[in-house]
């Protein structure tokens, strides 16, 4: 009984320590995604770039794809911040003669 308790002591203590409280998650992963992302796509330009071409439409494939692999700037805040009021209020109240 003792050992389950230290095992089970020493494992909560060890998920406390990787898991603390104000850490968040969401940003690290999509952070991470982002830059594996952005590698996997420098790693295929260099590939391609590599290629000997010697006609005009393999320089134009490859100049095609490397122009789809840059990434685009991402956009900043939203044009509508908050949604149109509504002008009919709702729900919408009931007739005086519905009682």
Same mark, same amino acid.
């Given at each position: 009984m003792t050992m389950f308790l230290l095992r089970s002591a020493f494992w909560l203590t060890l998920a406390f320590m990787v898991m603390r409280p104000g850490v968040d998650v969401g940003d690290a992963a999509s952070r991470l995604s982002q830059d594996a992302m952005q590698q996997g796509s420098? #790693?295929? &330009? @260099? @590939? *391609?770039? &590599? *290629?000997?071409? +010697?006609? #005009?439409?393999? &320089? $134009? $494939?490859? !100049?095609?794809?490397? !122009? &789809?692999?840059?990434? !685009?700037? @991402?956009? $900043? !805040?939203?044009? +509508?911040?908050?949604p149109a009021a509504l002008s009919v209020p709702l729900p919408r109240p009931r007739p005086d003669i519905a009682g």
């Open positions: 420098q #790693f295929v &330009a @260099q @590939q *391609i770039d &590599a *290629i000997d071409c +010697h006609d #005009f439409t393999c &320089a $134009g $494939g490859k !100049a095609l794809v490397s !122009a &789809a692999l840059q990434t !685009a700037p @991402q956009a $900043g !805040a939203p044009m +509508h911040v908050q």
